[in-house]
Every structure is written in structure tokens, then in C-alpha cells.
């Protein structure tokens, strides 16, 4: 049993009902014909794959079927957020970092 | 204006659902309620031209609160995202309602969906239903989390649905056509405890 909150049902929700669909906040080059075929290829094909802070896109699939970001530890599976589409995260790996360095916590 | 044609005889996704061995006594009560037009209404909420065409053709307000619903009359309206809603309403009068809708939302970004023939609206009730739902469904269906008018898609054994409580404690369900069969079995048997009617 793990729930999720989605942003747009406004309540937690069984895992179930959703699915993973990748890394969030990747821009689709303005100007595709303009750029360099490596700088395409890094966009069609390659990912941050963190360990630890990630930020992905879930889709509600069971329920109101829309499309939000979550962030999410790789490590833990510990979700610390999620919020709309064209929202940013309120917490990141460096504000992670920062947070651990204030409790005296560090590794 | 209406799409469906009654001189031909229509069968609905359970008709063959008809009877049951275990039906005496039944803790689980299942209705099909057939043939009720089903529309997908897609628009801007914010826009006030869309949501009071809505209005004038419902009779009442698109419930804009997240897992809310209205009812009027034969009308039941449900919230199923941001900018997405289903309507319910009579059988046969679907055709007629989405051209009203099309009239008062004449130029508008809007989006009406006649998806009546792909779903179908079972009603559950009895004694046996609260338990026979913690058995189905993921969701938390008791009256603190899941009041009556709330509506919630979520899974109902391996399928879909869009379920929404009553005042009489059953649970309305729309479930998928091509879902409906095995809708069924699962029901037979997660009520085998309780007893079956169909009705
Ligand atoms: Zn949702």
C-alpha cells in the first residue's frame, strides 16, 4: 500500500491507479533544425538517472487521467512532492543537500 | 433528434447477466440501469461563456470541485478532471443533448463525446455491498472518506470505473462495455459469501 497525492484529484490515491512516464521538465528544443545532432540526440534519448532526488512526470491512469510531476527519491522511493504540469519543485537535490547540512547530518 | 432507434431490439452489455443460483436472501444486489446516454463534455472552466451554455442546457452548474457530482432529475453530471466532465442522462435523449450543447457552445474550444454504447451504469446495493467494495475496489469507500455524491475512477478489480455513492448506500458504477463480462464473473464471485440477485 503506497499513496500518492495527485494534484489534480486533490487527495491521496492507491499506486495502482498511476504510472511512471519519465523524466520531467525536458524542453523540446524550440528550433529542432538549428541544433547539432548530438544536442537532438540528448534530448530524444538521454536521461539524468539519478540516485537519490528525481523529478518525473506520473500519469493518473485509473483516475482523472492528466499528467503531473512528482519528486521522487530513487533511492528511498520516498515521494516528497507532486505538482501540476508547468509548475516547478519546491524541493530539489540541493535543497536536500542544504537541509542535511543544517541538521548536522551530512555523508 | 434522437440516435437511437427502437424498432430495433437493443441489448445491453449484461443482458445475458439475467439470473443467478445464489440469489436467495442476497446481500448483493445488482441493477443494470440500461441504455442511459452518456456524454463527454471537455471545456475551459474558467471560460463563463462555456460553463453558463452548460447551465442553460443541463438545468443546472458543471460541479467545478474536484470528485463532485449533480444531480437533476434524470441528469447526473460528473466531475472527472480540471476540464473534463460526464454527463448522464436519459435513455435516448443523448442525441438531443449533445445538439443542445452544440448549439449553446456554437464557436467555442469545447469537446462532446457521445460515448453512450461504450460504457454501461450498474447500481450495487444490500447488506454484503460495503464489504463486497473493500473486496474490489482500491479505494476507501467508507462514508468518511467517500461520501454519498462523491464520484472517484479508480480500479474495480482489474478494470475501471467512475463510482459514486447514493443516498440509499448503493454505489453507482460506469463501467466499460468490453469490461462488462468480466465485471460480471468478478462479482459472482467476490459476492459467492453474500449471495447474488440480479435484477
Ligand atoms: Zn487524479
Not at chain 2, 432507434?5 to 445475458?16: A, I, V, Y
Not at chain 2, 436467495?24 to 461563456?49: H, T
Not at chain 2, 453558463?52 to 434524470?74: F, H, I, Q, T, Y
Not at chain 2, 469537446?111 to 447500481?123: C, E, K, M, R, Y
Request: proline share 4%.
Amino acid at each position: 500500500m503506497h499513496h500518492i497525492y495527485c494534484p489534480y484529484c486533490e487527495e491521496m490515491r492507491e499506486e495502482e491507479e498511476y504510472s511512471y512516464t519519465g523524466e520531467a521538465h525536458i524542453e523540446r528544443p524550440k528550433d529542432p533544425a538549428a541544433i547539432s545532432d548530438e544536442a537532438w540526440a540528448d534530448y530524444i534519448f538521454f536521461r539524468s538517472n539519478p540516485r537519490g532526488i528525481h523529478h518525473e512526470m506520473w500519469y493518473h491512469a485509473a483516475g482523472c487521467r492528466r499528467y503531473f510531476n512528482a519528486t521522487r527519491d530513487t533511492q528511498s522511493y520516498k515521494v516528497h512532492e507532486t505538482y501540476k504540469m508547468g509548475e516547478m519543485p519546491t524541493i530539489t537535490a540541493a535543497t536536500v543537500a542544504a537541509n542535511q547540512v543544517a541538521k548536522g547530518d551530512a555523508s | 433528434m434522437t440516435n437511437v432507434d427502437t424498432s430495433t431490439s437493443m441489448e445491453s452489455p449484461l443482458h445475458h447477466r439475467v439470473a443467478h443460483t445464489n440469489a436467495a436472501n442476497a446481500g448483493v444486489v445488482m441493477k443494470e440501469d440500461k441504455f442511459r446516454g452518456q456524454l463527454n463534455l471537455r471545456g475551459n472552466p474558467q471560460d463563463a461563456a462555456f460553463t453558463s451554455a452548460v447551465e442553460k442546457v443541463l438545468g443546472v452548474a458543471l460541479p467545478m470541485a474536484p470528485s463532485s457530482s449533480v444531480r437533476n432529475g434524470d441528469t447526473v453530471v460528473y466531475w472527472l478532471c480540471p476540464n473534463e466532465w460526464l454527463l448522464i442522462v436519459a435513455s435516448g435523449t443523448q442525441g438531443q443533448v449533445e445538439a443542445d450543447l452544440r448549439s449553446a457552445m456554437d464557436g467555442q474550444h469545447i469537446a462532446v463525446t457521445d460515448i453512450s454504447s461504450g460504457q454501461t451504469l450498474v447500481n450495487l446495493s444490500g447488506t454484503g455491498v460495503a464489504e463486497l467494495m473493500q473486496k474490489s475496489t482500491v479505494y476507501d469507500c467508507h462514508d468518511s472518506n467517500f461520501p454519498v455524491g462523491k464520484v472517484v475512477q479508480t480500479t474495480f478489480a482489474k478494470t475501471g470505473t467512475t463510482m459514486c455513492k447514493l443516498e440509499d448506500g448503493s454505489y453507482d458504477l460506469v463501467i466499460r462495455r468490453s469490461f462488462s463480462d468480466y465485471f460480471f464473473l468478478w462479482l459472482q464471485d467476490a459476492s459467492d459469501e453474500y449471495g447474488l440477485s440480479v435484477s
